[in-house]
């Protein structure tokens, strides 16, 4: 993808490339488009979309479970930044309409990641699928750029947050991996008596996740479900898809539930309280502060995260400025 970009515009520099695909001779389009569909497959497989998800699981759970935490924190991220800076670009000065494949992108990712879920047995492989399905929330955002001020700030409002909560899982799965030698949802029986600290910040971070008020989760969804709601004005299937993210959100309550029951509602052969990592412990009461604490007052993040895109509906005319390097 890069290469045709090169031998199309000249350049492998984001904003002098999208400037140069503004007055792109006909005979090229064809070229940029096969170059956008490729970047598409690229960064799909790097954020873990459906088609392009299937190595979200084995990953994570092969690797350390902090490990886990930096892949869903940080790399996938990095996937979705990069989408937003090219892809989101690329297709409004290419004047394509993809926002229905983006669309049934996002649907069939959110619904396979929670249906996946539902039936593993590993806490860091329902963690996974779990990433897959918040991949596909955020990628409503993406869908519906093209028709909402909102959406683009949406989505990373949701980045944002869904770092720290995810990352807060994971540690929290690490701790119990770490004390108790497994990743078996089967060890959770108990873990409330066992890891208390533990066992309230992997359901903070689960209740958020799943879009629980006040916590910082729900107002993620309630911005980027918003802005579906409101492009309804200008795409009619823009509500349908708010209806698919408040669905999915609500399926994924069945797998986080089902932890929650092992760690507060069942008991463990061995009910003896163990020490849990005192470096672990301080990393996840400071993302319960942070869930709690941008739940309650969100407007900073969001901000933050209106500032930092660009504007879609003044693009034409700030197009040479846009500071993309």
Do not use: C
Not at 80 to 87: K, N
Not at 108 to 133: C, D, E, F
Not at 228 to 234: K, Q
């Amino acid at each position: 993808a890069i290469g045709l970009v090169y031998g199309i515009t000249g350049t492998t520099n984001i904003g002098q490339a999208i400037v140069s695909l503004v007055n792109i001779q006909k005979d090229l389009v064809p070229i940029s488009v096969l170059a956008l569909a490729l970047f598409i497959a690229g960064f799909g497989f790097k954020m873990g979309l459906v088609p392009f998800h299937m190595w979200l699981p084995d990953a994570y759970e092969g690797a350390p479970t902090t490990i886990g935490a930096l892949l869903s924190a940080g790399t996938k991220k990095a996937g979705f930044a990069a989408a937003i800076r090219v892809i989101i670009l690329a297709i409004f000065v290419l004047h394509l309409d993809w926002s229905v494949l983006l669309a049934i992108i996002a649907v069939l990712t959110m619904t396979l990641g929670n249906l996946g879920a539902l039936v593993q047995k590993s806490v860091p492989r329902i963690l996974a699928y779990s990433s897959i399905a918040q991949a596909g929330y955020i990628m409503i955002g993406l869908a519906l750029a093209p028709y909402s001020d909102q959406a683009l700030p949406g989505s990373l409002f949701y980045i944002l947050n869904h770092a720290v909560m995810k990352s807060a899982a994971f540690i929290a799965a690490a701790a119990v991996a770490i004390t108790l030698s497994s990743y078996s949802i089967e060890k959770y029986r108990g873990l409330a008596k066992r890891m208390p600290l533990t066992a309230i910040a992997l359901s903070i971070s689960m209740l958020a996740l799943a879009g629980v008020p006040p916590l910082n989760g729900f107002w993620s969804k309630l911005v980027i479900f918003g802005s579906a709601i409101n492009s309804g004005s200008e795409v009619w299937w823009g509500p349908y898809l708010a209806i698919a993210g408040v669905l999915n959100s609500a399926l994924s309550l069945g797998y986080y539930a089902w932890i929650m029951r092992k760690m507060y509602m069942e008991d463990s052969p061995d009910s003896s309280k163990v020490k849990e990592p005192r470096a672990i412990s301080a990393v996840l009461i400071f993302a319960m502060i942070f869930m709690v604490g941008f739940g309650i007052w969100h407007a900073p993040i969001l901000e933050f995260a209106t500032n930092s895109v660009p504007n879609l509906s003044q693009l034409t005319a700030v197009l040479p400025s846009i500071p993309l390097r």
